[in-house]
């Protein structure tokens, strides 16, 4: 039987105005260094920097709730699925020292309202229980 536990979370909340502030040149280079391709090919062409900053707030909960950060973060992934819920594409990759014999979930939501997108991150580690070697 699996042991699971949560191993972090995080949260982050990011102020769309500042992205509506800056110039298109400017605000393109954030997204090529923020958004994967991938994500970069889901934005909406309409109000495109709620999805922005959505992204980058669930970007900055995930180094929390991972305590560190030793990747870029268009390394980092985020679809959605069939019914639209955020998920990060292959988390384990995102593990330092990973046991091979721990696997990882990353839960997130984010949420936009108005001027503001928020994220929340529950990082979840299960792992096969410890057997012992003693007969």
Do not use: C
Not at 46 to 68: D, Q, T
């Amino acid at each position: 039987m699996e042991q699971t536990v949560i191993a972090g979370i995080g949260t982050d909340i990011v102020d769309v105005r500042r992205l509506r502030r800056m110039n298109e040149e400017h605000r393109d280079r954030f997204t090529q260094k923020t958004l994967s391709q991938d994500e970069i090919a889901l934005m909406p062409k309409s109000n495109p920097e709620l999805f922005i900053a959505g992204r980058y707030a669930a970007k900055e909960a995930i180094v929390k709730a991972l305590g560190y950060k030793n990747f870029s973060y268009t390394s980092i992934n985020i679809l959605n699925d069939g019914n639209g819920r955020p998920y990060v594409e292959d988390p384990d990759l995102l593990i330092r020292n990973r046991d091979p014999k721990e696997s990882y979930t990353i839960h997130i939501s984010i949420s936009h309202e108005f001027d503001f997108a928020v994220a929340f991150v529950v990082l979840e580690k299960r792992s096969e229980p410890y057997r012992s070697t003693w007969l």
